[in-house]
């Protein structure tokens, strides 16, 4: 066995089991979702226009920017196995590719249920809510592909290469809604100037947004934990 798979090994002889990828961090950042979400749901105030509605914004906008880090992670860290063929770049990869697909599918979740009493339809197909679409179909493949291919090296280059592909729709999906003429609201905080918030619901939003950013990351560092142990029971 080579010296990185000792050390793979060593370091989790004394418990393989998946329950070991969750440790205290992971709980920390679902119990600040979880505290975010009463702060929304009890003490930001009620937006006059769009009624209580208007607070699943303060999720559904959180997700999106953590699956697009998430997906942003899972690219680079593909161009970084496409580079140096390093197996702990695709481990990462893998890992934020299938936590930057949960919280895409948050977001065609949280979507809807705001649109249908603010639109007054569940969906239409504008163009930000069709390439988001299309994102997560994106993400769904390369998980689906990971699992069609055999061999682990061919398997890491083509998935690597539609990881890239896919992190290039970010960029269109965020600006769709100042290229096309389109149902979905303008950006309110992530925009050219400065955010136009009240600064009551601003820090909902913040607050909001750390605790699913900090989610992410320790999800994605619990499934790479789980991908070490997978890797290392299976290695010779």
Known sequence: MTSSGVSVSQ?????????????WPLAIAAAAVIGAGVRI?????????????????????P???SAYVAL??????????????????????????????????IVLCTGPIWAKPIWGTWWTWDARLTLTLFLWFVAA????????????????RYSAVLAVLAVLLIPFIH????????????????????PSLPSEMLTSFLISLAAFLFFCFMLIRARYRLAVIRDSEGAP
Request: charged share 20%; with cysteine.
């Open 141 to 156: 493949a390369y998980l689906v592909l990971r699992g069609a291919v055999d061999d682990e090296h061919m398997r890491a």
């Open 41 to 61: 749901v009890s003490f930001t105030p009620i937006e006059a226009t769009q009624g209580a509605a208007q607070k699943i914004y303060y999720m559904h906008v």
């Open 11 to 23: 370091s989790y002889t004394a418990d393989r089991s998946p329950r070991s990828v969750l440790d």
């Open 72 to 105: 942003a992670i899972c690219a680079l860290m593909s161009i970084v196995f496409l580079w140096l063929h390093d197996p702990r770049a695709d481990r990462m990869a893998e890992s934020a590719g299938e936590v930057g697909l949960l919280f895409t599918s």
């Open 175 to 194: 600006l769709s809604v100042y290229l096309f003429r389109t149902l979905h609201p303008m950006p309110i905080v992530l925009k050219p100037d400065r």
């Open 63 to 65: 997700a999106a920017i």
